[in-house]
């Protein structure tokens, strides 16, 4: 029974490059949460999703971020022309239903912008 | 609007004596109140929620927490420290319906004292 699934754990890019985290839900859970820690802070929301669809991005950044979650395959974070100001923990999790649900996390995604 | 606050930025305790993490919120409705755990370069593990069910919590590893409505509080508590023990803990209010967000507390370090 795998739990949620993240690659690559460790991300090093440099200034303008593209960053591209993915996500792999629970099993049987089509909800998907992205969320950002910056050291030393708690984790801050970012975007929720189902498949094919986004139901909030109120915590995105305008520009450079994007994320989706395609009817097959995992959900992906895209961050464009990377900043050091990037340089953060990415984390997902995923529920069964909507943000009412337990929200499982998985391991994270540490991305380091050189 | 919810919140949550964690009292404390660091608690250290000596091996084998009591741990109490303190955690208080605000919600607009009767919320489900989380603790998660967060060891070193891990993702963040469910220790235990309280979803109006019984006030009183346990979790995993030992750990429970009650809520308190009077005080608007979800305390963290362990009768006897363990050295695994050390790690981030997260307090979090999840919203019982509408749209609001899951809500992170700054987080707690917790040091073990040998």
């Known amino acids: 029974n795998a739990g949620v699934m993240q690659n690559p754990r460790h991300l090093v890019r440099r200034r303008g490059q593209e960053a591209r985290l993915r996500c792999s839900p629970m099993?049987?859970?089509?909800?998907v949460y992205w969320y950002r820690q910056l050291p030393e802070e708690g984790l801050k929301f970012m975007v929720y999703l189902q498949k094919e669809n986004i139901i909030d991005e109120s915590g995105m950044p305008k520009e450079r971020f994007s994320a989706e979650f395609p009817k097959e395959g995992p959900s992906i974070l895209r961050i464009q022309q990377v900043v050091r100001g990037d340089s953060a923990a990415y984390f997902c999790a995923s529920s069964g239903q909507g943000y009412t649900d337990t929200q499982y996390f998985g391991p994270g995604t540490r991305l380091t912008v050189l | 609007a919810q919140s949550v606050t964690q009292l404390d930025s660091h608690v250290s305790v000596s091996e084998g004596t009591p741990v109490l993490l303190r955690c208080n919120y605000s919600?607009?409705?009767?919320?489900?109140l989380f603790w998660y755990v967060q060891h070193p370069n891990k993702g963040l593990q469910l220790l235990l929620k309280y979803t109006s069910a019984a006030t009183l919590v346990k979790g995993i590893n030992g750990f429970e927490a009650e809520f308190k409505k009077s005080e608007t509080s979800f305390h963290l508590t362990k009768p006897s420290a363990h050295m695994s023990d050390a790690a981030e803990y997260f307090c979090?209010?999840?919203?019982?319906?509408?749209?609001?967000?899951?809500?992170f507390g700054t987080g707690t370090r917790l040091t073990i004292i040998p």
């Open positions: 919600s607009s409705y009767s919320p489900s």
């Open positions: 979090v209010v999840n919203p019982t319906f509408g749209n609001e967000k899951l809500t």
């Open positions: 099993k049987g859970h089509s909800h």
